[in-house]
C-alpha cells in the first residue's frame, strides 16, 4: 500500500446464538487466529461496545422495579447498535481493521422479534432505520439444543435476566437464528456448537477462509 492510500475495510464478523454456546470463547480464539494471521482485529460486543452503548447495556439488561417491556427493550438496544456502530464499528472497518462482534442485529430478530413476539416486521423497521444497508460480512451462528445452553447456564448461574427466560422462549430464538440463517445462506454459516470448542473453532475459521 502506497503511503497516504486508504487501507482495505476490514471484515465485519458476527458471533451469533441461544444462550451457553460457547460465544465468549470462540469469539477469543477467533480474534487470536486472525491476529495470528497478521489482521488487526477488534473484539466487541452487543449490547454495548462503546462507552455510551455500554452504560444503555447496564439500563438494558439491569433489573426494574417496574420490569422492562419489549418495547423499550428493543428501543435502548437499537440505540445502543447506532451508538456502537458510531463510535466502534465503521471506524475500525474504515481504519481496515476487522471487526469481530459478540451478538449484532439477529439477536433482535430471535430475541426481541421471536423471543418477545415483537415480530420480525418491527425489527426490518428498526434496522433499516438504524443500519441502513450496512450488514455483516459473516454472521457464525453458534447452535445449540435450548436444553443444553439452559444446562450451561444453570452450572454457571446466571448474567442477567435473559438467562432466566423458559426453555420455550430460548427454542423460539433458536428456530429464529436457523430461518435468518436459511434466509440468506451466503452470509450466514450454523456451526454445531454442542461439540468439543476446539473443534468448532476450526469450524469457525473454515467459514471465514472464504471471505475477501
Ligand atoms: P450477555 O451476558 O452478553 O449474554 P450472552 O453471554 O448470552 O451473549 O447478555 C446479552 C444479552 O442481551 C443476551 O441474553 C441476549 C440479549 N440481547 C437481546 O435480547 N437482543 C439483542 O439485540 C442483543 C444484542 C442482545
Known amino acids: 500500500m502506497t503511503a497516504g492510500a ?18 465468549t470463547t470462540q469469539s477469543l480464539a477467533l480474534r487470536d487466529a486472525l491476529t495470528a494471521r497478521g489482521r488487526s482485529v477488534v473484539l466487541t460486543r452487543e449490547p454495548g461496545g462503546s462507552p455510551l452503548a455500554e452504560a444503555i447495556r447496564n439500563l438494558v439488561l439491569g433489573d426494574w422495579p ?11 438496544i437499537f440505540a445502543a447498535r447506532a451508538a456502537h456502530l458510531h463510535a466502534t464499528i465503521k471506524p475500525a472497518l474504515a481504519s481496515g ?15 426481541q422479534g421471536a423471543g418477545r413476539g415483537l ?18 460480512d459473516r454472521v457464525l451462528v453458534l447452535d445449540v439444543p435450548p436444553e443444553t445452553g439452559v444446562a450451561r447456564i444453570a452450572a454457571r448461574g446466571g448474567n442477567n435476566r435473559f438467562d432466566a427466560e423458559s426453555l420455550e422462549f430460548m427454542r423460539r430464538v433458536r428456530q429464529a437464528y436457523l430461518d435468518r440463517a436459511a434466509l440468506a445462506p451466503a452470509r450466514y454459516a450454523v456451526v454445531d456448537a454442542a461439540r468439543a470448542p476446539d473443534i468448532v473453532t476450526a469450524d469457525l475459521l473454515r467459514h471465514l477462509a472464504e471471505l475477501p
Do not use: M, N, Q, W
Open 66 to 76: 417496574e420490569g422492562v417491556d419489549a418495547v423499550t427493550e428493543v428501543l435502548l
Open 97 to 111: 481493521r476487522d471487526v469481530i462482534c459478540d451478538r449484532f442485529v439477529d439477536a433482535s430478530y430471535a430475541y
Open 119 to 136: 415480530g420480525a416486521a418491527r425489527i426490518a423497521e428498526l434496522e433499516t432505520f438504524v443500519l441502513g444497508d450496512f450488514r455483516p
Open 6 to 23: 486508504t487501507p482495505p475495510r476490514g471484515r465485519f464478523i458476527v458471533l451469533e446464538g441461544g444462550e451457553g454456546g460457547g460465544k
